[in-house]
């Protein structure tokens, strides 16, 4: 997402002259940085998931 911010404000303010107006590389980096961030986030649902299992594991084991 920072890349992409960043990416933005070059070519808004600085009419892409941070990687020289090859636009093919920005596609390619966004992309890049749209599957990163996916996988963060399918992490952090995962660890969630995976922390209320063991929460609930470990309160039936405390109530029996």
Request: glycine letters at 10%; aromatic letters at 6%.
């Amino acid at each position: 997402m920072v890349i992409g911010a960043i990416l933005s404000l070059d070519f808004l303010l600085l009419n892409g002259g941070i990687v020289d107006s090859d636009y093919d590389l920005i596609g390619q980096l966004m992309l890049g940085s749209l599957f990163v961030s996916g996988l963060m986030v399918a992490r952090c649902l995962f660890q969630n998931s995976q922390a209320k299992k063991t929460e609930a594991s470990e309160q039936m084991g405390m109530s029996s």
